[in-house]
T-cell receptor, first 113, second 111 residues
């Protein structure tokens, strides 16, 4: 079935550093791709999305490009802030009628002042 | 406007007891999803409701799990004879088009 793979382990970096979180997917059709963020003590929030190949999603300085040739949707931010500390989940939307989401394992990002 | 709400926020129960978790979706959202977030398994789809159609129950892990959605709005997830492996955060989401909006979750602990 459809699945999402995120890079292993937490990410710790200094304020103003460049952030990349890798995400690759396996799908039989043409899924929509998402990044969700979970801030400490809060629920899941949609960060950005892309619905077709070569689309770029962007929000709050974060970007991700839907790459069909490499089946990837890597998340990037040029200069992180302490407030970006959260858990980030890559997800794809099932295209078989119900749009259910398949999530990656998530990456904890810790930004140190 | 009001988002998705879930209750209770925390539930501690003893092994073998039944529990009910409630989800109030955003008004007007026709689709409703339940997911489970656990340390070992990550985020998993459980069940999907769309309007008055029969639900997609393909993600329910066992027949101890069931859910209903009354009047196309509020949903209740019921876990019978809880087991320790049921301990997790249960998330509800609703959507009108493609984007899903998540509630804060119910943290279930089975002792």
């Amino acid at each position: 079935g459809d699945s999402v793979t995120q890079m292993e382990g937490p990410v710790t970096l200094s304020e103003e550093a460049f952030l990349t979180i890798n995400c690759t997917y396996t799908a039989t059709g043409y899924p929509s791709l998402f990044w969700y963020v979970q801030y400490p003590g809060e629920g899941l929030q949609l960060l950005l999305k892309a619905t077709k190949a070569d689309d770029k999603g962007s929000n709050k300085g974060f970007e991700a490009t839907y790459r069909k040739e490499t089946t990837s949707f890597h998340l990037e931010k040029g200069s992180v802030q302490v407030s970006d500390s959260a858990v980030y989940f890559c997800a794809l939307s099932d295209q078989h009628g119900n749009n259910r989401l398949a999530f990656g394992k998530g990456n904890q990002v810790v930004v140190i002042p | 406007g009001a988002g998705v709400s879930q209750s209770p926020s925390n539930k501690v129960t003893e092994k073998g007891k039944d529990v009910e978790l409630r989800c109030d979706p955003i008004s007007g959202h026709t689709a409703l999803y339940w997911y489970r977030q656990s340390l070992g398994q990550g985020l998993e789809f459980l069940i999907y409701f769309q309007g008055n159609s029969a639900p997609d129950k393909s993600g329910l892990p066992s027949d101890r799990f069931s859910a209903e959605r009354t009047g196309g709005s509020v949903s209740t997830l019921t876990i019978q004879r809880t087991q320790q492996e049921d301990s997790a955060v249960y998330l509800c989401a609703s959507s009108f088009r493609a984007e899903q909006f998540f509630g804060p979750g119910t943290r279930l602990t089975v002792l």
